[in-house]
């Protein structure tokens, strides 16, 4: 009888301490950019859920039984990236959340948890719900508290009935990485997010931080360099030409981007290091040739893009910088004759008048380079007739018969440092697509008239002017 009322009363004494745990204080957190990683899950206990003012009734022990011999020191911060064992004392046996049966998995019972593990001592911090936690330490001044993430701070929000807090375990560059558990949701996990978003993490309502120690910062040494995209060279003229790029850094940030540069003739003899503008994550700068002994030619643009860790990023393009050449053409026009003189992509033709082109000539100055330009036309009743040159008249004149294609290339030693792209309005087709350096443009086998036609002349490999998937159509 004895044996049994002592097990009777050790039965009520469990039940008041609530050791047969049974609850839950925070939903599962809505992770928004951000990182969650789940770790371990140990065998789970049943809990039942805390009502809203509900408290984890204190055992009442003195504060030398939470005492632990294997406490750290406040200079020394051990994270914690592993879900703590079932025979952890600081989570379970001493913990008073799970020993009024509030236990893991959820958010009070891991933090209560893991500040006592922090400082080896039963922390002063709240037995209610989440979202108290902030006002407990705010009314009683129990702690530091801010809005800057520090090692082993308490993170609290209120963004629910519930709230939600986590501890918050390492910090590189302006990554956090915090710990937590969730009611109704996972044992143990991570979670890592970029410092300034917490209000768009978890569950919303951001308060701030509790640092129930001060812990040394563990600097991790920023060791990712910046990362480069898009570069290119743009806005080629006969003055210079613009470098752009696309740079990011995720953890120390971007410092300062510069692009390097010099012509190809007497090595580098005239390298410049320019320093780009940089415009949130743009940088750019414009060359002048005058910056570069006025020399065209072939150019070397290296980009270096460097954090504010002292790490560096590189790659490399390159620029044929020639003068611009003028391209003038004129056509000759069913009814209308030969037209004036058009430019560098000017329309010669007509327009919604259905007439048809009957002849073309073409020239260019070659600003001094050893530069031609050959043509040749598909005539109606003809076919292609023989190569034509620097205003040399490619058809046929008082013969009503229309042109249906024109091919066009680049002659002489520097014919390698432009390309000629060109393009024609067909009838019952309309504008084509352009063609490049001999590429055929225009109808073939379908007795279609050619009505008008634009003609460009731009440095080697600088971007065509328009598409170029269909410049030319055949019935063959």
């Known amino acids: 009888m004895k044996f049994a009322r002592k097990i009777f009363l050790f039965g009520v004494f469990a039940l008041a301490l609530g050791i047969f745990p049974v609850a839950a204080l925070a939903e599962e957190p809505t992770v928004d950019s951000a990182v969650m990683t789940t770790i371990d899950t140990p065998p789970l206990v049943e809990t039942r859920e805390m009502l809203a003012g509900d408290v984890a009734p204190d055992p009442g022990w003195p504060d030398d039984a939470y005492l632990n011999e294997s406490i ?92 939600h807090v986590a ?42 931080y509790i640092y129930i120690d001060d812990f040394d910062q563990v600097v991790i040494p920023d060791t990712t360099p910046p990362t480069i995209t898009n570069a290119r060279i743009t806005d080629i003229n006969d003055d210079g030409f613009t470098i752009t790029c696309d740079v990011t850094d995720a953890d120390s940030g971007v410092d300062s981007v510069y692009f390097p540069t010099w012509t190809d003739a007497n090595g580098q003899d005239d390298i410049v290091w320019h320093r780009a503008t940089v415009n949130g994550n743009t940088a750019s700068y414009r060359v002048l040739y005058s910056q570069h002994n006025n020399e065209f030619g072939s150019y070397s643009v290296h980009v270096y893009a460097y954090d504010k860790a002292g790490n560096h990023s590189a790659t490399a393009l390159n620029l044929s910088a020639q003068k611009s050449i003028t391209c003038s053409y004129q056509t000759h026009i069913q009814d209308y004759g030969w037209q004036e003189w058009k430019t560098n992509g000017q329309i010669s033709g007509t327009s919604g008048e259905s007439k048809r082109l009957e002849a073309i000539g073409i020239r260019i100055d070659n ?60 009838e019952n087709v309309g504008w084509l697509d352009w063609a490049k350096n001999g590429g055929s443009s225009g109808t073939e086998g379908f007795g279609y008239r050619l009505e008008a036609i634009e003609v460009v002349v731009i440095p080697a490999g600088s971007p065509a002017p328009g598409s170029t998937m269909r410049a030319f159509q055949s019935n063959n």
């Open 167 to 208: 501890v918050v375990e390492k910090i590189e560059g302006n990554k956090v990485t915090v710990s937590e558990s969730s009611w109704s949701g996972s044992f143990f996990y991570t979670n890592t997010f970029t410092a300034g978003s917490e209000n768009s993490v978890s569950v919303g309502g951001f308060q701030g």
């Open 367 to 426: 600003m001094g380079y050893n530069l031609g330009i050959e043509y040749r036309t598909h005539i109606q009743n003809i076919g292609w007739q023989g190569w034509k040159r620097n205003c040399e008249v490619s058809g046929t004149s008082n013969q009503g018969l229309r042109l249906e294609a024109i091919e066009v290339r680049l002659t002489g030693a520097d014919a390698y440092r432009y390309d000629v792209y060109y393009r024609v309005h067909a």
């Open 72 to 163: 750290g020191t406040a200079s020394v911060f051990s994270p914690r990236l592993t879900a703590p064992t079932m025979d952890n004392d600081y989570y379970f046996s001493k913990n008073i959340f799970y020993l009024a049966g509030y236990g893991m998995p959820n958010c009070t019972a891991y933090a209560w948890g893991r500040a006592y593990e922090i400082l080896g001592s039963k922390p002063n911090l709240s037995n209610g719900n989440a979202n108290q936690f902030w006002g407990y330490n705010q009314a009683r001044g129990a702690y530091p508290s801010g809005t800057t993430p520090k090692l082993g701070a308490i993170l609290c929000w209120n963004g629910n009935s519930y709230g």
